[in-house]
C-alpha cells in the first residue's frame, strides 16, 4: 500500500541557519514525489516535485529536495532559513504504472522558523 | 490554480443531515480527488475518481460517497453528517505525463453541529 510518512510534527530552526523536513515514502513501481506548502487559512502551493532525473532537486523560495532511492526518502532542505519560511509543509506521493496512482499525503510537518 | 472552485467554502450543518460538497474544474483533468485536513492527520484522501464514473475510495471513506457525472464535477456527500466530520476539506486534481502537478481549490470548512 502507497503511504509516505514524516516523523517531526514540528521542526524549530533558527532564521539563517539550513533547515531539512523529513519525508520518507513507500510506493509500488517509480515514485513521483512532491513537497507542497500551506500558509495559515490558505490552500496548498506547490514546492517541488521529483518525477525522474537528477536526485537533487531545486523548487520555488529556494527550497530543494533529495531522492535517495535506496532509502526511500525524499527530504526538504533549504540551505538558509528565513521568518518567512515558517508554514506547513506537506510530502506527497503518487506510485503506479504510467503516473495513474493516488496522491498520498503525509500528515504534515510545522516548520517554525525563529529570529 | 488550474480553474478549481469549491461551492460552499463554509458550511455549518446539523448532524443528521445529508451535505454534498462540489469542485468543479475547467481543463478537462481527468484525476480528482477530496481531501480532509484535521490538525495531527494532514491531508487524508476521501475519494478519487480516474474519469467520468470511475471512482475509487481513499483511506477515510467511511460516511462518504461521490459522484462524477461528467468531468468538470465531482461531487462529495456525506450521507448524514456526524460531529466526525466537521473539518476543512479540499478537492484537488493531478494533471498526467511528465510535468505532473496536483493543484488544489481553496477549501470548504464544514462544521457539523
Known amino acids: 500500500a502507497q503511504s509516505v510518512a514524516q516523523p517531526e510534527d514540528q521542526v524549530n530552526v533558527a532564521e539563517g541557519n539550513p533547515l531539512t523536513v523529513k519525508c520518507t515514502y513507500s510506493v509500488s513501481g517509480n515514485p513521483y514525489l512532491f513537497w507542497y506548502v500551506q500558509y495559515p487559512n490558505r490552500g496548498l502551493q506547490f514546492l517541488l516535485k521529483?518525477?525522474?532525473?537528477?536526485?537533487l532537486v531545486k523548487g520555488s523560495y529556494g527550497f530543494e529536495a533529495e531522492f535517495n532511492k535506496s532509502q526511500t526518502s525524499f527530504h526538504l532542505k533549504k540551505p538558509s532559513a528565513l521568518v518567512s519560511d515558517s508554514a506547513l509543509y506537506f510530502c506527497?506521493?503518487?506510485?503506479?504504472?504510467?503516473?495513474?496512482?493516488?496522491?498520498?499525503f503525509g500528515q504534515g510537518t510545522t516548520l517554525q522558523v525563529k529570529p | 490554480d488550474a480553474g478549481i472552485t469549491q461551492s460552499p467554502r463554509h458550511k455549518v450543518t446539523e448532524t443528521g443531515t445529508p451535505v454534498t460538497l462540489r469542485c468543479h474544474q475547467t481543463?478537462?483533468?481527468?484525476?480528482m480527488y477530496w481531501y480532509r485536513q484535521d490538525p495531527g492527520h494532514g491531508l487524508r484522501l476521501i475519494h478519487y475518481?480516474?474519469?467520468?464514473?470511475?471512482?475509487d475510495k481513499g483511506e477515510v471513506s467511511d460516511g462518504y460517497s461521490v459522484s462524477r457525472s461528467k468531468t468538470e464535477d465531482f461531487l462529495l456527500t456525506l450521507e448524514s453528517a456526524t460531529s466526525s466530520q466537521t473539518s476543512v476539506y479540499f478537492c484537488?486534481?493531478?494533471?498526467?505525463?511528465?510535468?505532473?502537478?496536483?493543484?488544489f481549490g481553496q477549501g470548504t470548512r464544514l462544521t457539523v453541529v
Open positions: 475518481s480516474y474519469g467520468v464514473k470511475d471512482t
Open positions: 481543463e478537462n483533468h481527468r484525476y
Open positions: 506527497a506521493v503518487r506510485g503506479g504504472s504510467g503516473n495513474t496512482g493516488k496522491l498520498i
Open positions: 521529483y518525477i525522474t532525473g537528477d536526485n
Open positions: 484537488a486534481i493531478t494533471t498526467t505525463g511528465m510535468n505532473t502537478e496536483a493543484f
